[in-house]
């Protein structure tokens, strides 16, 4: 069981470094394999949930998201959510109302318990927080003996409506006096509430109990939950060193749960199979040094990472009989290219392991770019042939749009005998296959956009696309317009509204700022689409991305595919677009930061928000997050400065 664990652990350590590299087929391909021997291993989820995000397949990683929410929660916000979740049956009362609840095809009658405390948030709705806090309090003395976790969420519920009120010190008070009760000292829900508390009055006792509770929480659940929060209590209290301790603390943690590979874990699985290592040299690391106790073939790629190819030759020169063949392949690779030594290395290695798709595909490119005798004569071998042409046929079926892999499987058979129509097949396939992706990385209208959708209460960033075309209007008919009909998906009349606004505002500042470039934009029609069907999509913190999607359509300019935006506009003059801050901003960048992306523009009005968050950590902001005032700003970091000719 252990030896199983094991294995599973430098596999996911594998996929992790693969999906940093972009290799995502084949860190899906091994991430599926490690769930279906073990289905309930949560990081293994979370991993194959990011990995479906990158991928832009959002229905199925928010089935996976979901799962992830359904198996557990973060600690200290399951009772929030339940009492998020009334209040918002409170607001929305047509969804929520009554005494029976909607289960698949049945009616569950809800608990008499929780009537009363929805009745609560119902009169706190109405504007009547006094009466909710009343109805509250007696729902508690009714199940204080009868029901304990009846009786805690009654007192939850009362501090909550007091915090709302803004009456900080009787919601501190209820959540103190529930302390005192035993039973009730350590509840992980009473415990955070207070955290939040404390911080909101902000005296320095009140901050030095939030650091105490905090440090509780950490020896317990470890840094990812509480590290940031420790951070932003300590600089308030001006003790900065720890401060700055727990921020490393919060972006390793952070970087962790987000499955970026650590500097070790990057060397050990370049020290056990072949990898690109002059792309792993790019990568950041919050961490650049080694454990004391590493192999040779680990010291030596180490070092290669770190910028000391010269130490990595020394260490691989002197540890010849010691270092394993794949290691001694994948640094030959990066300091002699495509050597005689390097080909002959990695043709050793693929001889002891013809089944690493890695070598083989190393291999195979080489040959596809100056056929070599050695690799032609090992690839005929049948043993090896098999279980390359194995791989190959496995990649194929994984990932039939990668043009790299029909290319090697048109190398692989223009080796074998009779293989010559194959080999003219896969050519082509490639060749159409590489066409079509140049043409859609020059696509203009499409854009990514960060939203949020919401789980059990709590939100969940989320990056989708959304796209803008056009097409010649009817004979007879004007163009240059945008109509309802012709704004497609899960849309709300308030975003079609703004949709529209949006269009006719960058229509008239496109034409304004480069009129040369638009003198064609009367003579099409246009639509809009928004992806993500099966929630509807609200709300006008989409600005950006949609008004981006519309200039990058009306200029034929594509905006780069590593960069999301989100935030609104609004149009001060014809020329002059003026941008605002939206909500939930943190995990719009968390969303970011899990899809890998380089950059989210951000309306600058957020940003005391990121800098102040305790989810996002401050370094992660500062890598990734540009924030901008006006569309100007935005439109230069999309196109570039300046933006076009």
Known sequence: MMEATVQNEARLEEARVLVELGELTQAEAEVAAILEESADDLDTLRLFSKIKHMRGQLSLALACYAQLQARGTNPGESARLHLESMLRMAQDPERGAGEFLAVGQRLVQKPAAYLALE??????????????????????????????????????????????????????????????????????????????????????????????????????????????????????????????????????????????????????????????????????????????SVTPDERAIA???????????????????????????????????????????????????????????????VQARSPRKDIAEVLRERPIASRVLAELEIAVKTAPADARVWRRLATFFGLQPGGREQQIQFDDRAVALELAAQDRARVSGKVLAAAVYRFFGRPCGLIHEVWATREMPPVG?????????????????????????????????????FPHRTRDILDY?????????????????????????????????????????????????????????????????????????????????????LEQSALVPRAITREIVRFVSDFDEAVRLAFGEPPFN
């Open 477 to 513: 008919q004007a163009g240059g317009t945008l109509r309802r009909d012709d704004i497609l998906g899960a849309v709300t009349d308030e975003l079609k509204d703004s949709v529209r606004n949006t269009f006719l505002a960058v229509r008239e500042y496109a034409r304004a700022k």
């Open 525 to 609: 029609n246009y639509c809009y689409k928004v992806t993500k069907e099966d929630e509807p999509s609200s709300g006008v913190s989409a600005g950006i991305p949609t008004g981006l999607a519309f200039l990058s359509l009306f200029l034929q300019q594509p905006v780069a595919a590593d960069m999301v935006s989100t935030g609104t506009l609004v149009a001060d003059a014809h020329d002059v677009l003026t941008v605002g801050p939206v909500g939930d901003i943190e995990p719009k960048v968390d969303a970011a930061f899990h899809r890998n992306l380089t950059t989210i523009v951000v309306p600058r009005g957020n940003q005391s928000q």
């Open 119 to 292: 009745e609560a948030f119902r009169m706190y709705v109405a504007r009547r927080p006094h009466e909710a806090r009343a109805v509250c309090r007696r729902a508690a003395a009714r199940y204080r003996e009868r029901d304990p976790e009846v009786y805690r969420l009654s007192v939850l519920a009362d501090a909550w409506i007091s915090e709302l009120s803004g009456d900080l010190e009787a919601a501190c008070a209820a959540l103190e006096q529930l302390g005192r009760e035993r039973g009730f000292e350590a509840d992980l829900d009473r415990v955070t509430t207070l955290v939040g508390l404390y911080e909101l009055i902000g005296t320095r006792d009140k901050l030095e109990a939030a650091v105490n509770i905090c440090r509780f929480l950490e020896r317990s659940f470890g840094p990812r939950f509480v590290a940031g929060r420790l951070a932003l209590l300590e600089r308030r209290l001006g003790r900065e060193a720890e401060a700055r301790r727990y921020e490393e603390r919060h972006l390793a943690a952070y970087r962790r749960w987000m499955h970026r590979p650590t500097f070790t874990e990057v060397v050990r699985v370049a020290a056990r199979r072949l990898l690109p290592l002059e792309r792993l040299r790019s990568m950041s690391f919050v961490e650049g040094e080694m454990p004391e």
């Open 303 to 365: 070092r290669t990472l770190v910028g000391d190819v010269a130490e990595a030759g020394r260490i691989l020169a002197s540890n010849v009989e010691v270092l394993d063949f794949k290691c001694r392949a994948n640094l030959a690779t990066l300091m002699e290219g495509e050597s005689d030594r390097a080909v002959w290395l990695c043709l050793q290695a693929l001889r002891s392991d013809p089944g690493d798709p890695h070598l083989a595909g190393w291999l195979l490119d």
